[in-house]
């Protein structure tokens, strides 16, 4: 059984302060006692990591304690309790003192055998369970922890099973956090060791998000840095361990419109994309020797409808190139090539036409062989505020006789075959498919997707119609739709083409031609201006007079 030998001295302490305590009604309310330490908690976790000093941790503690020194019966003593025990773990874990750690049990363990009402004890049972266990390596105590949750809760002791009485199931681990950042865009990447549980809230006075990552533990390297972004919309990154059993990460915020948190995996990582409020151009007064003639109205899309990008009359200039995979990723491979270089010459010059002969802004996700990954293309072209997306692929079937041009976009997979190909795009077991087709459904807007499949529609048939004048034998497969990662969050029309299959023979043979690779660049080309012709141009005249 459970030894409270430790906590009847402790109640012995808390009775002789609360005999020399003065009186509740010279003293401010609970409420106040508590909402001052909730301050004073928050004034910490904003402060510097790398500079706090145990004696602001200590202060924390002392005016959480404060609470239940003075008001023993308030609703606030339980909440202040766990408050103590967490503060005193994550000093544990920070300063790398047993010390704390034990102070922490014997919070959560008074919690638990003075307020046994309270909602939080099965949290501070699991708590002390894991501290004695994973940090004191105290056995026996955890043990004894683990009956009485029995008795407490049996269904919530059943349900952790092994993550309760096993060592060997360890909380997962964050190991790093990498953002990219532009006008009104932002991505936040969290990379895992294995996949996490996490919720979300946005609070207000100060705006925040934050999200918290359950039985997972941040390493301390993440503990000590705060990552200052100050890009108009979003303040700067703060990790911190909120429990033994939860790890936070915590935005400030300035202004934002929307946002968005999906996982990625092999390796999991958990990703954030928060968009900005646009700012609103100034207006300039046009020169006097410029006319403007009234724009054409935008096209009608395939199906006869006007997407919302057509409503609003929206045009392109900047365009995203990507050549699919790169670096440690070559990709698929045959007769001694790599996918990954092919990629990047058809690419090279489907640039330069885009440049040089239709005058749109290219930029690319790679200019050379190193390795991007998926979820930084996207975040590139958001980033960059750009009109179009074109990523290039080279393909690839068990089926050595499978042959041809296809074009996906973003959407569910409606074949085998698309799922195939999207799985080996994705590098991701086909298992994954299913979580990663939820993500696409919560991040793909109508709108896109609309436009996304007009696009793919003027590529595919611009393209192969632009190839076959040159290379008869080559086959059409149509435009497609599959959940590829690297399509994921795009925030403007994208699509991914599949320009032939390396392992057909023929088609290898092909692809080894730098005449062929040029006849695809320009046949995307001329697609991209396909589809741009569609939408709404307005047509500037200068007046030489």
């Not at 020797?289 to 900047?318: C, D, F, I, W």
């Not at 695809?520 to 012709?533: F, M, N, P, S």
Request: charged share 25%; proline share 4%.
């Amino acid at each position: 059984m459970i030894s409270f030998r430790n906590v009847r001295f402790l109640g012995s302490g808390l009775l002789i302060l609360l005999l020399v305590a003065p009186s509740p009604a010279a003293q401010p309310s609970a409420k106040q006692l508590y909402q001052k330490a909730l301050d004073l908690e928050k004034v910490r976790k904003a402060s510097d990591p790398a500079q706090s000093r145990i004696s602001e941790w200590k202060k924390v503690a002392s005016a959480f304690r404060a609470v239940y020194y003075a008001y023993p019966s308030s609703s606030y003593s339980d909440n202040c309790l766990f408050h103590v025990g967490a503060l005193y773990a994550e000093m544990g874990s920070r300063f790398n003192d047993s010390l704390y750690f034990r102070r922490a049990t014997s919070s959560y363990q008074f919690l638990i055998e003075q307020y046994s009402s309270s909602s939080l004890v099965v949290d501070a049972m699991l708590e002390y369970i894991r501290i004695t266990r994973n940090e004191l390596k105290d056995d026996q105590a955890a043990e004894d922890m683990e009956v009485a949750l029995r008795k407490r809760a049996p269904k919530t002791a059943a349900s952790i099973g092994k993550t309760v009485t096993a060592t060997a199931i360890q909380p997962a681990v964050m190991k790093t956090l990498r953002h990219y950042t532009g006008p009104d865009y932002s991505r936040i990447v969290i990379d895992f060791d294995r996949e996490v549980t996490f919720k979300r809230n946005r609070l207000n006075d100060p705006d925040r998000l934050y999200v918290d990552f359950d039985n997972t533990l941040a390493e301390k390297p993440l503990l000590t840095q705060n990552f200052q972004v100050d890009d108009g919309f979003l303040k700067q990154i703060r990790i911190g361990q909120y429990n033994m059993r939860r790890a936070r990460v915590v935005l400030d915020l300035k202004s934002i419109e929307n946002y968005e948190i999906f996982s990625l995996y092999h390796p999991y990582r958990v990703v954030i994309d928060i968009q900005g409020k646009k700012s609103v151009p100034v207006a300039q007064t046009p020169a006097p020797q410029t006319q403007v003639v009234p724009p054409e109205m935008a096209r009608a899309n395939a199906s006869g409808q006007y997407s919302l990008a057509r409503q609003l009359g929206l045009k392109v200039q900047r365009i995203i190139v990507d050549p699919g995979h790169g670096g440690q990723d070559p990709g698929c491979m045959y007769a001694g090539m790599q996918e990954k270089n092919i990629t990047l010459d058809v690419a090279l010059r489907l640039k330069q036409i885009l440049q040089d002969e239709y005058g749109y802004e290219v930029l690319m996700t790679r200019y050379d062989d190193h390795f991007v990954p998926l979820e930084q293309r996207t975040a590139f072209a958001n980033s960059h505020s750009a009109d179009l997306f074109v990523s290039v692929h080279v393909n690839s079937s068990r089926n050595k006789q499978a042959r041809g041009i296809e074009t996906y976009y973003l959407n569910f997979a409606t074949s085998p075959e698309a799922m195939e190909v999207a799985a080996r795009e994705n590098a991701i077991a086909e298992k994954n498919m299913g979580e990663l087709q939820k993500l696409t459904a919560a991040i793909a807007l109508n709108s896109k997707i609309q436009e996304s499949r007009d696009f793919a529609g003027l590529i595919q048939t611009t393209l192969v119609g632009h190839v076959k004048k040159q290379y008869p034998a080559v086959n059409s497969l149509g435009v497609k739709q599959a959940p590829f990662y690297v399509l994921i969050g795009a925030q403007m029309p994208s699509i991914l083409a599949e320009i032939s299959f390396l392992s057909n023979q023929k088609e290898s043979t092909l692809l080894a031609l730098p005449d062929y690779r040029k006849t695809i660049a320009e046949g995307i080309a001329r697609g991209v201006k396909h589809y741009t012709e569609t939408l709404a141009e307005s047509k500037i005249t200068q007046n030489r007079n």
